[in-house]
């Protein structure tokens, strides 16, 4: 496949090109003097870093609704944020017009509740630190798609250690002709190959019940997805989870309730919603002031169902969402 090399600096001399532009944005990584941290760079950029091993947010949750016209913006993200970049494309939250989406090969990370002085942001030592330690998030651990093959153009890494950028879109074409030096054909395996599905999941009823006991409906979960995008959520109501007046009047009409209440059925709801656009990044586990192991449960419940139609959230552009389709007789060797 054809591909431009990436030498050292070169990746920044590119978008700093880009950047140029008053009306150009790059969304990406950068280093500082407390890790490396998501950041919007604009008119020039500095100690730029294609990898960020400390996972907090998924960057496609800072890209929802965004509708803006002639601004024009390079997303330099991780496999799991452009897929839900996609997903939220075919949601009608983003117009992808003037957005070119770069997915850059990932190593996994560690939660930004573990951090630590010590983790690497290069390549071959980062890669090196989590066969050596057992920190990674078990979001990344059970990852499907760390590869850079999804979006527009993709940067990959090959087993010399050299990082590829490859083109998949007419846009991807573009992003590649601000790289110095002619295309080439890559003659070197990539280092990271596609992951086979996971079935590390929890579904056990009981087990849920003692993992939720201990949410205090923050909903963190539902506002750090990145496809849990509602602007009017029902939970934000009373008919789900009344307070106040509200509230009293429930328990005087229909006896004794748990407080918090509506736990199971929130999170219950929040599954259905998101079950085939889930991209498994963990953000909401990720924000849980609890320690509840969400991922354990939405990314099973999504990959199951999203197996049943052979999808995989974020996988192209062109795939549509199980939902907004309908074929006739889909299902009728499914299981029950």
């Not at 950068?30 to 490396?36: D, F, H, I, R, W």
């Not at 803006?68 to 913006?73: E, L, M, P, W």
């Not at 990720?286 to 974020?314: H, N």
Request: charged content about 30%; hydrophobic content about 35%.
């Amino acid at each position: 496949m054809l591909g431009k090399k990436i030498k050292n600096g070169n990746i920044e001399d590119t978008l700093n090109r880009f950047l140029k532009d008053d009306q150009h944005l790059v969304l990406g990584f950068e280093k500082g003097e407390n890790g490396v941290s998501l950041r919007a760079f604009k008119n020039y950029l500095d100690h730029y870093s294609l990898l960020n091993p400390i996972f907090s947010t998924n960057g496609a949750l800072h890209l929802r609704r965004l509708f803006s016209k002639g601004t024009k913006i390079i997303l330099m993200l991780r496999p799991c944020e452009i897929r839900a970049y996609i997903e939220l494309i075919k949601l009608n939250q983003i117009e992808r017009e003037d957005i070119i989406a770069v997915s850059i090969d990932c190593f996994g990370a560690l939660s930004s509740k573990d951090k630590t002085d010590d983790i690497p942001a290069e390549a071959d030592q980062l890669r090196e630190y989590f066969k050596k330690t057992d920190t990674m998030r078990w979001a990344c651990k059970v990852c499907r798609e760390r590869r850079g093959v999804v979006g527009d153009a993709g940067i990959r890494i090959d087993r010399d250690g050299l990082f590829w950028a490859f083109s998949y879109t007419e846009k991807g074409d573009s992003f590649l002709s601000l790289i110095e030096g002619e295309p080439e054909e890559s003659r070197t395996e990539m280092l990271m190959s596609g992951s086979e599905k996971q079935d590390q999941f929890q579904n056990d009823m009981k087990t849920f019940s003692k993992d939720f006991a201990k949410c205090t409906m923050c909903m963190n979960c539902r506002d750090m997805c990145p496809v849990c995008y509602c602007i009017d959520c029902v939970f934000n109501g009373d008919e789900y989870l009344p307070k106040g007046d509200a509230l009293l009047n429930k328990i005087l009409r229909s006896g004794p309730v748990q407080l918090p209440q509506g736990k199971e059925l929130f999170h219950f709801i929040r599954m259905y919603h998101v079950s085939q656009t889930c991209v498994g990044c963990g953000a909401c586990e990720e924000a849980c002031p609890q320690g509840i192991p969400l991922t354990k449960y939405f990314k099973g419940i999504s990959e199951r169902l999203q197996g049943m139609f052979s999808y995989m959230s974020g996988r192209s552009f062109d795939e549509s969402i199980p939902y907004l389709t309908f074929l006739e007789d889909e299902l009728k060797n499914a299981e029950d």
